[in-house]
Nanobody, 127 residues
């Protein structure tokens, strides 16, 4: 069994920064992509950012481009999300995801790309 554990969420004022971390534990596996999604109550879980380990390519939702940065360590199945210039609309539960599939019909910004999900960490941005 693979577990993804997120940390780093919290309460921050608008304009502030937070850094989320996600680490995999449990059964050894190789991830080929890792990503972050977020969800607010009553809405779909939305893509935020992803990284594909094979070429290091990163993907971002338009709403976070230029403010958020995804990075990580492939060998450790660890991924980070540096969030700067936070806005109240960034308030959500943030979920980490990992894909163990080297080849997939789904792009890294699609939920269906991912096999494993964390429990989520709350990020609240006050105005």
């Amino acid at each position: 069994q693979v577990q993804l554990v997120e940390s780093g969420g919290g309460l921050v004022q608008a304009g502030g920064s937070l850094r989320l971390s996600c680490a995999a534990s449990g059964r050894t596996f190789s991830s080929y992509a890792m990503g972050w999604f977020r969800q607010v109550p009553g809405k779909e879980r939305d893509f935020v950012a992803a990284i594909k380990w094979s070429d290091g390519h990163t993907y971002y939702a338009n709403s976070v481009k230029g403010r958020f940065t995804i990075s990580g360590d492939n060998a450790k199945n660890t991924v980070y999300l540096q969030m700067n210039t936070l806005k109240p609309e960034d308030t959500a539960v943030y979920y980490c995801a990992a894909s163990s599939r080297q080849y997939s019909a789904y792009p890294p910004f699609a939920k269906t790309r991912y096999d494993y999900w964390g429990q989520g960490t709350q990020v609240t941005v006050s105005s």
